[in-house]
């Protein structure tokens, strides 16, 4: 059950950053402008869609787990303060708080690991597994 309920939580956690990935594509000026309207240099957009849609993407899949839940907390978090500091106006004060709580679920995934049904765990497995039980597979 906690395996299939690390999934879930990894899909849950990923949707929102594979997704915000692609639409940062489809919208790519409108986005890089938003950008540098919030005083961050668009030039940073190829970097922030490759975190956003690669990370989500190895989350989901549960490789690289732990490194790439600090970075994705951690680009939580400076999204939270950049982009929805205004604490005043309440659309922007749930999106803070909605970054913030990603964020702790990305600590949880890095103190936890992926979970069995993940890469992490089908790496871990093939480097204490005996050669013999390699070369049959």
């Not at 939580?76 to 708080?97: C, E, K, V, Y």
């Not at 992490?120 to 050669?131: E, I, M, V, Y």
């Amino acid at each position: 059950m906690n395996a299939t309920l690390s999934l879930f939580g990894r899909l849950g956690l990923s949707l929102i950053f594979i997704i915000s990935g692609w639409g940062k594509i489809a919208g790519y000026a409108a986005t890089q402008q938003y950008m540098e309207a919030m005083g961050v240099p668009g030039s940073l957009l190829p970097l922030v869609i490759a975190l956003e849609l690669g990370g989500g993407l190895a989350i989901l899949a549960g490789g690289f787990t732990r490194a790439i839940a600090l970075a994705l907390a951690a680009f939580s978090l400076a999204s939270a303060a950049l982009f929805h500091g205004n604490l005043g106006d309440a659309t922007q004060a749930i999106m803070f708080w909605k970054n913030v709580a990603m964020a702790g679920g990305f600590l949880m995934l890095a103190a936890n690991g992926a979970g069995a049904l993940s890469l992490d765990a089908l790496w871990a497995r093939r480097r204490t597994a005996p050669a013999s039980v390699l070369a049959a597979s």
